[in-house]
């Protein structure tokens, strides 16, 4: 970076102008990745910044290759004005959703869409160094596929579900994945590809995914409600990811609700994940009732809860009722953080919202409408993520980037493998 003029080197003034320099490069690279094509004059007048600062800021970034200039644009009574736009691919990133019956590997590019996609078979019961390595292979594969020059990527976010020691990168307590349990995953995964890797809990990236998006507005008080074979949630207020102390917020499914005689004291995934969805199909039909819903001879919960999931959008009556049930467990929980919180954004997302997720979605609207405490003051907007399925990894990839192509202080998990503000 150039020595600020007429600055003594290493003096606090010194510090602060590189500071100034690096906010105004970071303002500028958001506001072209997000509004691109847009025009010098109108970066200045977004941001507040002097048409020197902008000038220098984008020289920079055309010389580093993240911008380039991309045509004139005529306006009535002024002169042309030179657009800019975002070299899509001049830094991407990979994001990877560690499940127990899937595995979501996605690269994005610089404005944060998916350039390419896979899933492979969970890691529920496999040798977590097996799986280490196929998701090496599937990184390669994919970034061959888009073709991605790999120095342009700047690491690998890796989503995982339950509870994470983000210093040591590791999973230390999951319901779902026992045998990961302990094992350095962070560590195996940065050595396996040769990248950095970023570590965080499932629902906290498809959080950060969301407002890093542009779809959650910087002064939101705002939650993504995760639903996999687990239930978490991401929490995002102002801008800052809530983490707690150490960085284990949101383990929503592990709420006892006492709503249900039937069940008192049972958690919420006890009542509304997938497999509590197949169960109760399943005990339904052995029970003699009828259904569309085709479900599987081996009994997997999460065929199953796909199965009533699309017969329940075919209006099969007693899918129905189960995907409903199950939303109005949810929805307590909702209804719990949105009081507590005061929230003013929520969003659904994960998998397990594919296919049935406007059932939930409306049933979460409702009793939020119903229920909110200060519902007088204002409502909570509750939209379903429009990439449910890879909302975890496109989030987890959005963390890498973040540093560099966004202002925004999200704030970094607690440990990383190979991955510093430098290096990005």
């Given at each position: 970076m150039?020595?600020?003029?007429?600055?003594?080197?290493?003096?606090?003034?010194?510090?602060?102008?590189?500071?100034?320099?690096?906010?105004?490069?970071?303002?500028?690279?958001d506001?072209?990745?997000?509004?691109?094509?847009?025009?010098?004059?109108?970066?200045?007048?977004?941001?507040?910044?002097?048409?020197?600062?902008i000038?220098?800021?984008?020289?920079?970034l055309?010389?580093?290759?993240?911008?380039?200039?991309?045509?004139?644009?005529?306006?009535?009574?002024?002169?042309?004005?030179?657009?800019?736009?975002?070299?899509?691919?001049?830094?991407?990133?990979?994001?990877?959703?560690?499940?127990?019956?899937?595995?979501?590997?996605?690269?994005?590019?610089?404005?944060?869409?998916?350039?390419?996609?896979?899933?492979?078979?969970?890691?529920?019961?496999?040798?977590?160094?097996?799986?280490?390595?196929?998701?090496?292979?599937?990184?390669?594969?994919?970034?061959?596929?888009?073709?991605?020059d790999?120095?342009?990527?700047?690491?690998?976010?890796l989503?995982?579900?339950g509870?994470?020691?983000l210093?040591?990168?590791?999973?230390?307590?999951?319901?779902?994945?026992?045998?990961?349990?302990?094992?350095?995953?962070?560590?195996?995964?940065?050595?396996?590809?040769?990248?950095?890797?970023?570590l965080?809990n499932?629902?906290?990236?498809?959080?950060?995914?969301?407002?890093?998006?542009?779809?959650?507005?910087?002064?939101?008080?705002?939650?993504?409600?995760?639903?996999?074979?687990?239930?978490?949630?991401?929490?995002?207020?102002?801008?800052?990811?809530?983490?707690?102390?150490?960085?284990?917020?949101?383990?929503?499914?592990?709420?006892?609700?006492?709503?249900?005689?039937?069940?008192?004291g049972?958690?919420?995934?006890?009542?509304?994940?997938?497999?509590?969805v197949?169960?109760?199909?399943?005990?339904?039909?052995?029970?003699?009732?009828?259904?569309?819903?085709?479900?599987?001879?081996?009994?997997?919960?999460?065929?199953?809860?796909?199965?009533?999931?699309?017969?329940?959008?075919?209006?099969?009556?007693?899918?129905?009722?189960?995907?409903?049930?199950?939303a109005?467990?949810?929805?307590?929980?909702?209804?719990?953080?949105?009081?507590?919180?005061?929230?003013?954004?929520?969003?659904?997302?994960?998998?397990?919202?594919?296919?049935?997720?406007?059932?939930?979605?409306?049933?979460?609207?409702r009793?939020?409408?119903?229920?909110f405490?200060?519902?007088?003051k204002?409502?909570?907007?509750?939209s379903l993520?429009?990439?449910?399925?890879?909302?975890?990894?496109?989030?987890?990839?959005?963390?890498?980037?973040?540093?560099?192509l966004?202002?925004?202080?999200?704030?970094?998990?607690?440990?990383?493998?190979?991955?510093?503000?430098?290096a990005?």
């Amino acid at each position: 970076m150039p020595q600020a003029q007429g600055v003594p080197p290493g003096s606090r003034g010194d510090r602060r102008a590189g500071r100034s320099v690096s906010v105004s490069r970071r303002l500028v690279l958001d506001l072209v990745r997000t509004r691109a094509p847009i025009s010098r004059v109108e970066l200045a007048e977004a941001t507040g910044l002097t048409q020197a600062a902008i000038s220098h800021a984008v020289r920079a970034l055309i010389d580093e290759g993240l911008l380039r200039e991309t045509g004139v644009r005529e306006y009535t009574g002024g002169k042309p004005r030179v657009m800019l736009t975002l070299d899509r691919l001049a830094r991407c990133s990979v994001g990877i959703q560690l499940g127990a019956d899937w595995i979501v590997v996605v690269v994005v590019d610089a404005r944060g869409f998916v350039v390419a996609r896979t899933r492979v078979r969970g890691a529920r019961s496999r040798d977590p160094r097996d799986v280490v390595a196929t998701l090496a292979e599937q990184v390669d594969v994919l970034l061959t596929a888009a073709d991605v020059d790999r120095s342009a990527v700047v690491g690998v976010g890796l989503a995982v579900a339950g509870a994470l020691d983000l210093d040591e990168g590791a999973v230390l307590v999951s319901r779902t994945l026992e045998r990961w349990q302990r094992f350095p995953v962070r560590t195996a995964l940065a050595e396996a590809t040769g990248l950095p890797v970023v570590l965080d809990n499932d629902a906290t990236a498809a959080a950060i995914g969301e407002f890093w998006s542009g779809r959650i507005p910087g002064s939101a008080a705002h939650c993504t409600i995760y639903m996999g074979a687990s239930i978490g949630a991401g929490i995002v207020i102002a801008g800052s990811v809530y983490r707690g102390a150490s960085s284990n917020t949101g383990p929503l499914g592990r709420m006892r609700l006492h709503r249900d005689h039937r069940s008192p004291g049972a958690t919420v995934e006890d009542l509304a994940a997938p497999r509590a969805v197949a169960a109760r199909a399943r005990a339904a039909v052995a029970a003699g009732r009828s259904s569309i819903a085709q479900l599987s001879v081996d009994g997997d919960p999460f065929t199953d809860f796909a199965a009533v999931a699309t017969a329940a959008v075919h209006g099969d009556p007693l899918s129905v009722a189960l995907v409903e049930e199950s939303a109005e467990y949810l929805a307590d929980a909702a209804v719990a953080v949105a009081n507590i919180l005061d929230l003013d954004s929520l969003v659904l997302a994960g998998p397990s919202f594919t296919t049935a997720g406007s059932l939930y979605l409306t049933i979460v609207e409702r009793r939020l409408e119903e229920e909110f405490f200060a519902a007088a003051k204002h409502r909570v907007r509750v939209s379903l993520s429009p990439q449910t399925a890879d909302a975890a990894a496109v989030g987890a990839a959005s963390l890498v980037l973040q540093e560099e192509l966004a202002p925004r202080h999200l704030g970094a998990p607690g440990g990383r493998s190979g991955l510093s503000s430098a290096a990005l």
